[in-house]
């Protein structure tokens, strides 16, 4: 596919001139055709302006439509074809095979949506009643529910080029909400995310909806996504990526003269909990599984298990030695950006002179490429120097050595927000260890037993969200269908006939939806 290089706005290709850049090959650091056009000024506000204008017409569209449109999306996503995964292989150094992977999670999630919203009852319907009799006051007639808010900004991350970019969790669920979407593309694989932007336009025309819908913006740099965060047509900002990034994001509109909502997932350290027996029974198989979870796309997931806390005993040694060996037989890897890569090399040097190196792999001289690494500390140093609880993004891990069982208790309180915590332990573990489980409800979005948190499933009741800083919002969740919630909001009708009032709040409920009626659920 011959790729354009500009953005798309209006259903059309954007404009050329101005600032552009390339993507580059992770592998070999060289620079990939075509250059790439930063959207001009007059480009961000004219895609604000039409998403304002759909906004009239694509709101009020019936779930049925808009999940026929999802619908469409998908099928148009998966057209696409080698087209896309050669692309976004080229541009991400990520294996084919995960690429195919993504789009099929991409698409599943799409299709997940479609169906939330066909549905219908995920509006929360709440009908009660008039009751002109009631003494003193009679009680009015009101009926609620939840609608879209407005034009959503997203932010494509680098780390999953199709599942939390262009066509991603956010952008699959503000469309599914009722909201047009303006994504400014990361600039680490623009080809991809134009790939992806002309399927949804596609789709879109399909559907016959405004093209305002949706318009996909590039830059290199931050100003096309400040505009779009400062502009006064957009209601609502998804992002994922840095804290620097997502923080100054949140600051930026809660500075607005009308601030939003900013959504950002902003990483983790997903610190994991083996408990003295699940050491005792399994410490092999737990050495096998973590490190294929941290080396799993290079590390670079917000939910790589960043950090594992183990007793100070025989097991563990005997656990940690194996997990060493491990990661010093891993082969190199390229990481994403030439930005992520600077970073972990320079975090990998400044914790090698912190703490111990239990074992490290070799590094590739060429473009991107990293070695995975393990490090090993104590829980007094990892309380007291809080550089160790940063995210260091990429291939490596840090084992924290607890003494008694009181050192781990507080270890695990002095936790921030995280996305996930997961725990391996026995049933007599759980027993013991209930206090230390209800702690972590406290502390993460997910909690994961016998697992590994990398792997995310799309589906209902997934939470990928977590208490601040991994999230902007700890009520909130960037992957399965309770997505939709953070851009939408509840309306309130009082005393309005049936016919004035939204299908889904009418008397005979002809969408056929749950709904609470008077304190009571039913269709
Ligand atoms: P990033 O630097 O946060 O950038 C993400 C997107 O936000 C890019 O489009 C970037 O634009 C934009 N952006 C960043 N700061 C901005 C600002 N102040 N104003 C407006 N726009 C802004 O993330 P990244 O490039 O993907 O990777 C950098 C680091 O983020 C990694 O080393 C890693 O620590 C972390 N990360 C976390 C996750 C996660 O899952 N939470 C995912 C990926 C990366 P430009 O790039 O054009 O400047």
Known sequence: MELNGTSLINGKAGKRGGRTFRAVNPINGEKLEPAFHAAADS?????????????????????KKRGEFLRLVAQELESCGEDLVKRATLETALPAGRIQSEIGRTCNQLYLFAQLVEEGSWVEARIDHANPERKPQPKPDVRSMYVPLGPVAVFGASNFPIAFSVAGGDTASALAAGNPVLVKAHPAHPGTSEIAGAAIARAVAKAGLPA??????FDDGVEVGKQLVKHPLVKAVGFTGSHAGGRALMDLAAARPEPIPVYAEMGSINPVFILPGAMKERREQIASGLHASVTLGAGQFCTKPGVVMLADDDNAQAFAAKLGELMAGTPSSALLTAGIHAAYCSGVSSRSGQVKVLGQGSAAQSGHAAAAVVFETDATAFATDPRLGVELFGPAALLVRYSKREELMSLARGLHGHLTATLHATEQDLREYADLVRLLTTKVGRLVLNGYPTGVEVCHAMVHGGPYPATS????TSVGTHAIFRFARLVCWQGFPDAALPEELQEANPLGIWRMVDGQMGK
């Open 43 to 63: 480009e961000v506000e004219e895609a604000a302006r039409l998403a304002a204008e759909a906004f009239v017409i694509y709101g009020r569209r019936s779930g």
């Open 473 to 476: 919002d700890g009520r909130s």
């Open 212 to 217: 305002g819908v949706f318009s996909l913006l």
